[in-house]
């Protein structure tokens, strides 16, 4: 079986990975998918599509990840209408159930007719995008870089997508 495994990936961090591992001791592949892809440089979208594939394409090398079992691309959707479904049912490679916790993916999902895997949260209070985006606006570097893999840590720095998302927040409010 093939799993879907859809998310914004804002950054990835740790829960996102422990969520790959987890897939891919269950299904035979996963296709990991990044949406929003046309939105960035925002409070809630820091990282374009682009950079977002690089980090996870890092975190899953440098976590041993099997990529013969991975497929990863962006799709430019975001996951706000019931009918993102149908957008990823024209790019992606063909899918049998679909993994998120998110309630309207899980709906649309469901009402598309696809199975719904709710993946175990691992620690969903410690490893949240939204955490780790204020950590970083604060700029708590050493609390954020603990919440995502270090090969994550390291683009993010290199791209300064921290001091980006400083810059966005102070002319967002």
């Known amino acids: 079986m093939r799993a879907l495994f859809p998310g914004r990936f804002q950054p990835f961090h740790l829960g996102h990975l422990a969520v790959v591992e987890f897939l891919l001791s269950k299904y035979d592949e996963v296709i990991i998918l990044i949406g929003s892809g046309k939105d960035s440089h925002t409070i809630y979208n820091p990282f374009t599509a682009g950079e ?7 975190a899953l090398k440098e976590y041993n990840a099997d990529f013969k079992r991975l497929i990863m691309f962006p799709i430019m959707e975001s996951f706000t209408s019931k009918m993102w479904i149908r957008a990823v049912e024209q790019y992606s490679p063909r899918f049998d159930v679909v993994v998120s916790g998110n309630p309207l993916v899980i709906t649309a999902s469901k009402e598309a007719g696809y199975l719904v895997d709710m993946p175990p949260m691992f620690n969903r ?9 204020k950590l970083m606006i604060e700029g708590k570097e050493e609390e954020w870089r603990e919440l995502v893999p270090k090969s994550v840590y390291s683009f993010i720095k290199k791209i300064k997508g921290d001091e980006r998302l400083r810059e966005i927040a102070r002319s967002d409010y």
């Open 52 to 58: 977002r594939v690089e980090m996870i394409r890092q």
């Open 125 to 133: 209070d410690l490893y949240s995008a939204t955490k780790i985006r």
